[in-house]
């Protein structure tokens, strides 16, 4: 009997059979001609890279991003990472009496614990300009912050994840706010709001939390969309000049280097400590998603996001 186990308990050399959800497909041809599909498969407790050896033409077709698919096969290691060799595959039915839900990775609480939460910080804005730019935007932004993911790939790559993101970003930033006193605490909670939003347009998802990016998303990005949509807003409102400029400058400055996508390094305390907060939780949330997945006394894999450090997990 082929074990059924879930992608947070394979090991290499385990033959394993389950149900996951495809994130991304692709057929490709291997260095002597062959066709094979590469995947990414996930569900409720991490995602894995797959693979399907000898492949017809169109096979991958037959299997649409965002569905949900039997699998048997087995893991191997690859380059320090685990990998899923599929050897039988095929979309579920009825008869398999399972529900997607059950295996989507999301957030670990509710959209709609976490977006009362968010505007509760909202509110906590004085100044009037600053919290009216930030409302709107907010509340326009209510619908797709409920499944979103935060990126593509990598961290907060889940369903709701980008309000997860921002939320523990919020509660990071306030506390950072009692121990440096004089940082703009409406500043600081603006730039955390606004820093990813316009990732709403720069990535088209699904409601799963599987996202692409859009065609706008490519050619210009999120932060200088996310500058547009202040400049709009700012403007539609009457807000001062000066808030809108500054609220620009720190969706501009977040990525903190060029080759990341920012020309200018922040120039206003409260523009340092978004970049800051927003690397922490980045990489605390790599770490943990990873972490999560060995016992304790192992090391991770290599992980690309963290300069392909492998962690280890204490055991105390």
């Known amino acids: 009997?082929?074990?059924?186990?879930?992608?947070?308990?394979?090991?290499?050399?385990?033959?394993?059979?389950?149900?996951?959800?495809?994130?991304?497909?692709?057929?490709?041809?291997?260095?002597?001609?062959?066709?094979?599909?590469?995947?990414?498969?996930s569900d409720k407790t991490g995602e894995i890279n797959g693979k399907v050896w000898g492949c017809q033409e169109g096979q991958d077709k037959d299997f649409p991003t965002g569905s949900l698919i039997k699998v048997r096969g087995n893991i191997t290691e690859w380059k320090g990472k685990l990998q899923l060799k599929i050897n039988l595959m095929r979309l579920v039915n009825e008869?398999?009496?399972?529900?997607?839900?059950?295996?989507?990775?999301?957030?670990?609480?509710?959209?709609?614990?976490?977006?009362?939460?968010?505007?509760?910080?909202?509110q906590k804005i004085k100044n009037k300009d600053i919290k009216n730019i930030?409302?709107?935007?907010?509340?326009?932004?209510?619908?797709?912050?409920m499944y979103y993911p935060a990126a593509k790939s990598l961290h907060h790559a889940i369903r709701s994840g980008l309000m997860y993101h921002i939320l523990r970003m919020l509660r990071t930033g306030e506390k950072l706010s009692e121990v440096y006193a004089n940082v703009n605490k409406d500043l600081l909670f603006a730039g955390i709001l606004l820093h990813d939003i316009e990732k709403l347009e720069e990535l088209n998802s699904d409601e799963l939390g599987i996202a692409e990016y859009s065609k706008e998303g490519q050619l210009l990005g999120h932060i200088s969309m996310g500058m547009n949509k202040i400049s709009q807003v700012g403007q539609e409102l009457g807000a001062n000049e000066e808030i809108i400029m500054?609220?620009?400058?720190?969706?501009?400055?977040?990525?903190y280097e060029p080759e990341f996508g920012s020309p200018k390094?922040?120039?206003i305390p409260e523009g340092e400590l978004l970049h800051y907060i927003d690397m922490i939780d980045a990489r605390m949330y790599d770490m943990e998603d990873h972490l999560k997945n060995i016992e304790p006394g192992e090391f991770t894999a290599p992980i690309w996001s963290l300069e392909n450090r492998r962690l280890y997990k204490t055991s105390f």
């Open 95 to 122: 008869d398999d009496g399972k529900n997607i839900e059950d295996y989507i990775q999301g957030a670990p609480i509710k959209p709609e614990e976490m977006f009362d939460e968010i505007y509760e910080y909202v």
């Open 134 to 145: 930030v409302e709107k935007i907010i509340l326009e932004s209510k619908e797709k912050l």
């Open 265 to 267: 390094k922040p120039m």
């Open 246 to 255: 500054i609220l620009k400058h720190m969706v501009l400055s977040h990525h």
């Open 1 to 41: 009997m082929v074990e059924e186990k879930s992608i947070q308990e394979f090991k290499s050399g385990d033959e394993i059979q389950g149900f996951f959800i495809i994130k991304k497909i692709e057929m490709k041809l291997s260095t002597n001609n062959k066709n094979f599909l590469d995947l990414t498969v």
